[in-house]
């Protein structure tokens, strides 16, 4: 079994600071992760190689830093990995993303058949989760989104049954190989990298792949030139037209700040009282 | 939503060129709301979309129209009622026992059929599980542009295009993206984003029917089994009146109990930030925020929470909100409505007794 999981470096957004007077991004220092929805379709990967044999090959788009979160990979068990890296790419919006991952996916496949490939169920950066879709619907693979379970895989009918969250409950699904997965987060729990697999992380000859190596003649179909939607603009939340009416605590106990609260609230806000009561019933 | 965002400034302003439509785009028109219904239910997410649907396709000066798939029946059809008392002009009706239930095959060859054959300009579509996946595979299959996670749609005059609005990564940053040379323009919205607009019962519509066209041996994917939630254990945020938010300025778990303390008086529902929900205090389903629930409560007391962006997108509709922090350069203060700058330890307690009072007045006044 050949399994391919889609793999996205981000950078760690819970550290990112907005410059505030030029409003642009300050990536400086911010360190570069594993977008953090990808580790549990990789767990996942690896319990279905666990239990199945097989390998587990990592792909990721991206430029040359890139390859410090497949070698991550490796370092948590995956077999091979590729890094699909070209600055015709520069500016891909998630149509276009998901046109090159599929080209090397196919390309890949030519290699090795792949019977599964995994995708996050979004990133942290681009946050669309349309990725995953995307390069399933350009493969014809059966498409298989927020998956909480995978709790069958017979081999020898190419057939797999998982449990999928759907917005009032869970369904149950059964379906052919090859398939594209994303799992639901929370699902499992990231295994730790074993010694053995660090240093074979920091050994392994990354494959570097460009447009060509990736299949990809088409240039109209990747970059900007591939991607239908373009930001207009970038701009930082507006503070709320009426501003907050502070209540200082320094002068006041807290029981007479509260009931001061309370009673300015209720004055301007008289439908309130309404609200509370019928919360309360 | 393009890698443009990941730079450092958006090196194509859309804006400020003048531009043409391909003419072969022009016979685009109007504006789509993809109904979303589960077991006999329509998602109100859907009904919120064609609120914001109908401000959309006035501007235009268009129809709007509601596409209902489902299985063969009255209820289906009574979807296309609902969205005509919501603002529908029409509907696209696709009935087939093969959409009994939601899978990604039949419903993508549907909506893309019907897109292809009546070539609306705009397609919304709730952020749902289901949304999600539909739209990201029509989007590939159709090979437009897709904003997800919308948090603001309007129309460009200047180009007669969809200006849709999300927060960007990371940082407290918004962006605009439009999708100028490809129809339709796509994009999802979060349920409870938008607000629900009053039904009129009165309003009716005409109903366009297609059909799909598939065999159940074309259906790779069998649904053996849908096993519905137990709704009774779970929160239900997205709907609740008056909610009560901690944040790690809580400091500790135990402290999280003032808080609980405060909606048992309230009769409200317990929200909270993203770090307290890693931090295992309370369950995921109470995480408002971007990548948790968005609410749209009368009420929002929040303690210890300095107000990110990311928090703030799942709570900005709040009619009233009370912010409690220490800190008087906290973001949320920003955007409450009644800032309180002091420790939530002290002033929690203090409130939850004032409230009681209060409650105690009206109950003898009722
Ligand atoms: C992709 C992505 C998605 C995210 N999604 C979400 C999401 O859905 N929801 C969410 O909430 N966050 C989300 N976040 C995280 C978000 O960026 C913030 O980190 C988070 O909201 C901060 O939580 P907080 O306000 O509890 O903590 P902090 O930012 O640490 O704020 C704590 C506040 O408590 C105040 N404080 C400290 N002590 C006291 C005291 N004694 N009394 C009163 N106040 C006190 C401090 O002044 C401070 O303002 C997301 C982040 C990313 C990158
Ligand atoms: N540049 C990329 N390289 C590899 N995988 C990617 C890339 N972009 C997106 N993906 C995959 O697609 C998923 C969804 O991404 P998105 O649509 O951006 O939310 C991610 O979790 C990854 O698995």
Partial sequence: MHIVVCIKQVPDSAQIRVHPVTNTIMRQGVPAIVNPYDLFSLEAALRLKDEYGGRVTVLSMGPPQAEAALRKAISFGADDAILVT??????????????????????IHEDMPVDIVFAGKQTIDGDTAQVGPGIAKRMDLQLLTYVSSITDLDLENREITLHRRAEGGVQVLKTRLPCLITMLEGTNEMRFATLPNIFRAARYPLKLWDKDAA??????????KGSPTIVSKVFAPQPKTIPAEIIDCESKQPKDL???????????FPNLHEDIAKANA | MSEETEKDAPKKPAGRRKFELDPRLASYKGVWVFVEHERGVAHTVSWELMGEGRKLADTLGV?????????????????CEEAFHYGADLCYLMEDPLMADYRNQPFTKGLTDLVNAYQPEILLLGATTLGRDLAGSVATTLQTGLTADCTELNIDLENRSLAATRPTFGGSLLCTIVTLNYRPQMATVRPRVMSLPKPDPTRTGSIVEHTLGMTESEIVTKVLEYIPDNLQDKPQLPFADIIVAGGRGMKRPENFQLIWDLAKVLGAEVGATRPVVQAGWVELDRQVGQSGKTVRPKLYIAAGISGAIQHRVGMDASDVIIAINSDPNAPIFDFATYGIVGNAMTILPALTEAFRQQLATLKVAV
């Fill in chain 2, 63 to 79: 129809p709007l129209a509601g596409v209902v798939m489902g299985a063969p029946g009255i209820q289906t059809r009574r979807f």
């Fill in chain 1, 215 to 224: 299949g990809i003649t088409d240039v109209s179909k990747i970059g900007l």
């Fill in chain 1, 86 to 107: 070209d600055r015709a790419f520069a500016g891909s919006d998630t149509l276009a993303t998901s046109f090159a991952l599929a080209s090397a996916i196919q390309k």
């Fill in chain 1, 258 to 268: 509260a009931v001061t609260l309370l009673a300015k609230m209720f004055t301007r």
